[in-house]
């Protein structure tokens, strides 16, 4: 490998390093202000000077590709002076506002004006006027802070893959704006927030909320979709003030999407604080006792049979196992489900229901097929992975089903569900093209599974990358893309009512009013008719599922409880509390298990170290599942459409979430066909 | 920072013969590198649009060329030479940088003021003409000098400066070139080396 000097320490680098990156091998710190690891690299803030041998000018040390031999210095007075000059020029025209800037505190031009900038100006002339520009309710701009690093833009027109931003006039009149203002229609806007190294784009809803340094941090997990983000939930009191990413290379690098980030708001309005029960058809607020004592007295009259119990899209494992294990122990009923439509599942094997070829593996992938999928809306930040496969490979991506704009060329090879036929028979055109790749990747979504052809689409698909022999140990081109944070988690713990015949027992029951008392743990993206049923509620947030309700339990949100969450890879995370529930509210698991208490008929677990002890155990658990399915299944004829996906709208906190509801006004008209592309 | 029109035509459409022009330009590129076209193209919208490119122009541009209205836009306002709101069929640019500024161009500048408008980028009386201060024109040793639409007029002094400006405002367009009547740059006083070859 190729040595560099640095500062006098010789290290070894790997070849089409930069000299920066290499500097920071040898462990010595540059600043940088437009420079960033993820970003094309654009060296316009001058501010990574060093110094080179045999160079009479310091040299920008993140457009340099560093060379075997050569010599830099980064400590000494030359260096010292140039980035001294560099840094007033940037202040010559920046505001001297930090103490009404939000991004006081977290600023990379306050930090670094610390040890390079003068204690006073020798500039006499008027600082610079921008107008403060539009950029969608997500974003708040103060443009005159805006040092033109243009990262947002390399953002915006790299990673996002929507090239909206840009910088118009020239020299001191530079302006970062979008095209005549208008919003930036991407889910992953929000992200040049944390790009920008200065107090120009800021979080508009977080404006004037908080100080960073007030603020208490807590590293935990999204549930906003199936992927499992790193966020960070910055909180102040019991209040969520904002989320930020956290990075993870496996999950979401550094980004996370605008519903993870702006849905926090939510938490904080439509909460159920006291638990209620419904007398006369009115809900009045009750004390725990009168109604677990309610709720008690109407589970002796019910037989098992006629109690069914469901699981939202947003519960933990401890929720779903405590609701199993007090169905199952406790009242000696099996009706559970985590679904909340009729979408086939075969959880024979763990490979049938999760995303087998990793987040982080769409990278190393030759060929897309995505069938019946939007993963833009679906899994936004799977979205950008494939984005960033086709940027780095110029990876071949095909659709079954049109899902529209995906900020990447697809070709569309029709909708019906003879493509699969024809794949699977080797007449389509596709056939050749995935025989032809290595490390082919097939994404099924949950709008191809849904309904009865849905076993049809999954089986054959199935069988035909087993016969070809596409399901390896080292490369696993099957993948499920699941929409909710639950699902994966769900399955795992068996939390579903299936049998050989028939994959949606439990939603032919529930149309044919075998059930007399649902249990709705969280659930509220449900569609049925309430008619004569006893539901009980039990979730955080008042929404579709409390407005059935007989008896509403008041339960914590995600931030508000340590959890353990399967993303759709399959992989377990902790999320931590960060506040704690409002009023009333307690964590879901130790409701149930008080219920079962009371009617003496405990769960067999008291404290939370024993209840993921057995979640441990039935997850690593050999399961035996009376699921046999014949791989050779009936053809259906049926043309997959995707299901229409709301995206600001898709659970209780976002659909509580003030933010969420205006980015929905706003991207109405949009969200189906994306952006108006220039073609 | 430009200022962009307020009032804006609905659609730009190039002419039959722009539409020609536009394709030779752009298959002076690679394929897929056609966005280089851009400038080129813009030219051809401003010499349509009456001297200034209307926003349509930017979008019809920017889907000929298959980029993102943004990177047009970028390019139009990073060029002093486009204008984004109209200018007068007669567009004076008069150049205000150190040579010409020296030789006697706040001279120009005032006339201009008299005559045509108050301010820059401002019609005149009978919104024929317009005028604006640029920054060098590359004409130095012509110094002071205008550029009226395509054209330059050099060695000026303010009673030639008065005659073309009043000549512009009654619609008529002056002769372009020297003032005083020399041929390109050539010495003020007549050539003083090469006098035995004829066409230096």
């Not at chain 1, 899209?313 to 009729?342: H, P, Q, V, W």
């Not at chain 1, 130790?590 to 939370?608: E, Q, R, S, T, Y």
């Not at chain 1, 049926?638 to 976002?654: C, F, G, L, Q």
């Not at chain 2, 459409?13 to 394929?31: H, T, V």
Request: proline share 4%; net charge neutral; hydrophobic share 35%.
């Amino acid at each position: 490998m190729p040595k560099i000097t640095v500062n006098n320490k010789e290290v070894e680098f790997e070849e089409g390093m930069t000299v920066l990156q290499a500097c920071e091998l040898a462990g010595a710190e540059i600043p940088r202000f437009c420079y960033h690891e993820r970003l094309s690299i654009a060296g316009n803030c001058r501010m990574c000077l060093v110094e080179m041998e045999k160079s009479a000018k310091p040299i920008a040390s993140c457009a340099m590709p560093a060379t075997d031999g050569m010599k830099i210095k980064t400590n000494t007075p030359f260096v010292d002076k140039a980035r001294k000059g560099v840094m007033e020029f940037l202040l010559a025209n920046h505001p001297l506002d930090c103490p009404v800037c939000d991004q006081g505190g977290e600023c990379d031009l306050q930090d670094q004006s610390l040890f390079y900038g003068f204690d006073n100006s020798r500039y006499k002339e008027n600082k610079r006027q921008v107008k403060e520009k539009y950029m969608g309710p997500l974003i708040k701009t103060q443009m005159t802070r805006c040092i033109h690093c243009t990262r947002c833009i390399r953002f915006a027109t790299e990673v996002a893959g929507i090239p909206e931003l840009g910088a118009i006039g020239r020299g001191e009149d530079t302006e970062i704006t979008t095209y005549l203002e208008k919003s930036m229609e991407s889910e992953l806007s929000a992200n040049v927030i944390d790009l920008c190294p200065v107090g120009a784009l800021t979080s508009k809803p977080y404006a004037f909320e908080a100080r960073p340094w007030d603020l208490k941090k807590t590293e935990t997990i999204d549930v906003m979709d199936a992927i499992g983000s790193n966020i960070r939930v910055d909180t102040y009191g019991w209040e969520v003030k904002r989320v930020l990413p956290r990075v993870n290379e496996d999950i979401n690098e550094e980004w996370i999407s605008d519903k993870t980030r702006y849905a926090c708001d939510g938490l904080l309005k439509q909460r159920i604080d006291s638990p209620y029960i419904r007398e006369h058809g009115r809900l009045q607020k009750a004390s725990w006792d009168e109604a677990l004592k309610l709720l008690i007295s109407k589970l002796k009259i019910y037989k098992p049979e006629e109690i069914a119990g469901m699981v939202g899209d947003l519960a933990d494992l401890e929720m779903i196992y405590s609701l199993k294990s007090f169905f199952n122990k406790s009242l000696g009923s099996t009706n559970l489900e985590c679904r909340e439509d009729k979408i086939y599942i075969n959880p024979k094997e763990r490979m049938n229901y999760i995303f087998n070829s990793s987040i982080k593996g769409i990278e190393e992938s030759d060929f897309i097929l995505l069938v019946g999928t939007n993963p833009r809306l679906e899994a936004t930040i799977l979205n950008a992975r494939i984005r960033k496969a086709y940027l780095k490979n110029k990876t071949k991506i095909y659709s079954i089903c049109n899902p529209g704009d995906l900020t990447y060329p697809y070709e569309s090879v029709g909708s019906s569900t003879n493509v699969i036929k024809e794949i699977a028979s080797g007449q389509h055109e596709i056939f050749k093209k995935i025989k032809k790749s290595k490390k082919p990747i097939v994404i099924i979504g949950e709008s191809a599974l849904q309904g009865n052809s849905g076993a049809y689409v999954f089986e054959t698909l199935k069988s035909f990358l087993l016969n070809n022999n596409f399901i390896r140990k080292d490369w696993n081109t099957l993948n499920i893309l699941s929409q909710n944070a639950s699902k994966v988690g769900a399955i795992d713990l068996g939390f579903y009512s299936i049998s050989n015949k028939n994959n949606f027992i439990f939603f032919d029951k529930l149309i044919n009013d075998d059930f007399k008392f649902l249990y709705l743990l969280g659930a509220d993206n449900i569609n049925f008719e309430k008619k004569d049923k006893f539901i009980v509620y039990q979730g955080s947030h008042g929404d579709k599922g409390a407005e059935i309700a007989d008896i509403i339990l008041p339960g914590a949100a995600y931030t508000e409880k340590n959890g353990l969450f399967i993303n759709l890879e399959g992989k377990l995370q902790n999320a931590y509390k960060a506040s704690y529930p409002p009023g009333d509210a307690r964590e879901d698991w130790i409701i149930l298990n008080d219920i079962a208490n009371m009617i003496k008929k405990p769960l067999g677990f008291n404290n939370v170290n024993k209840l993921r002890e057995l979640i441990k155990k039935e997850i690593q658990s050999e399961k035996n599942i009376d699921f046999d399915h014949t791989s050779q299944m009936d053809f259906v004829e049926k043309n997959i459409s995707i299901n229409h996906v709301d995206y600001y709208y898709t659970n209780v906190i976002a659909r509580s979430s003030k933010v969420m509801n205006e980015c929905k006004q706003l991207s109405k008209k949009l969200l189906f066909t994306g952006i108006e592309k220039a073609v | 920072m430009k200022k962009i029109s307020k009032i804006q035509p609905e659609l730009f459409e190039f002419s039959f013969e722009n539409l020609k022009k536009a394709e030779i330009e752009i298959n002076k590129y690679p394929k897929e590198k056609k966005a280089s076209a851009v400038l080129a193209l813009l030219y051809l919208v401003q010499e349509q649009n009456n001297n200034w490119i209307p926003l349509a122009g930017i979008k019809y541009v920017a889907k000929l060329l298959n980029v993102p209205y943004i990177k047009v836009y970028e390019v139009v306002t990073f060029y002093s030479m486009f204008n984004l709101s109209p200018v007068g069929k007669y567009f004076v640019q008069v150049c205000t940088t150190t040579p010409c500024m020296i030789r006697g161009a706040k001279k120009l500048t005032d006339i201009c003021k008299k005559y045509i408008s108050k301010n820059q980028n401002e019609l005149s009386e009978n919104k024929i003409c317009s005028w604006i201060e640029v920054e060098c024109l590359g004409a130095c040793v012509n110094a002071p000098m205008m550029q009226i639409n395509q054209d330059y007029f050099e060695d000026l002094d303010e009673s030639k400066t008065v005659e073309i400006i009043e000549k512009l405002l009654k619609d008529e367009f002056p002769t372009p070139g020297s003032a005083t009547g020399r041929k390109n740059n050539s010495p003020e006083k007549g050539k003083t080396t090469l006098i035995e070859v004829k066409n230096a």
